[in-house]
Nanobody, 125 residues
Framework: QLQLVESGGGLVQPGGSLRLSCAAS????????IGWFRQAPGKEREGVSC????????FYEDSVKGRFTISRDNAKNTVYLEMNSLKPEDTGVYYC??????????????????WGQGTQVTVSS
């Protein structure tokens, strides 16, 4: 069973930074693409970023381009989401999911697996 655990969220002021972690257990994370998603209060969940397994190519939703960086550490079986210049609209619960591939355009929701508990990110002064 693919199990992913998100961590690293917290309360940060606008303009601040956070690094989220997505740790895998029970499988080799490098075998999969990994996507990050977020859900703001009262809004639908949206894709934020994706990193491909084959070549490490990265994909970003337009509103986070230039501010967020997704990366993977295969030795630690972990994917990270480095978030800089945070804005109040970045507030939400962040989730990661394993997928077979990343796509150009809106980050797709995988058709297997399930959502974990996520990690809360709050950007507020």
């Amino acid at each position: 069973q693919l199990q992913l655990v998100e961590s690293g969220g917290g309360l940060v002021q606008p303009g601040g930074s956070l690094r989220l972690s997505c740790a895998a257990s029970g499988f080799t994370l490098d075998d999969y693409a990994i996507g990050w998603f977020r859900q703001a209060p009262g809004k639908e969940r949206e894709g934020v970023s994706c990193i491909r397994s084959s070549d490490g190519r990265t994909f970003y939703e337009d509103s986070v381009k230039g501010r967020f960086t997704i990366s993977r550490d295969n030795a630690k079986n972990t994917v990270y989401l480095e978030m800089n210049s945070l804005k109040p609209e970045d507030t939400g619960v962040y989730y990661c999911r394993a997928d077979y591939y990343c796509v150009t355009g809106p980050i797709r929701v995988p058709d297997f697996g399930s959502w974990g508990q996520g990690t809360q990110v709050t950007v507020s002064s």
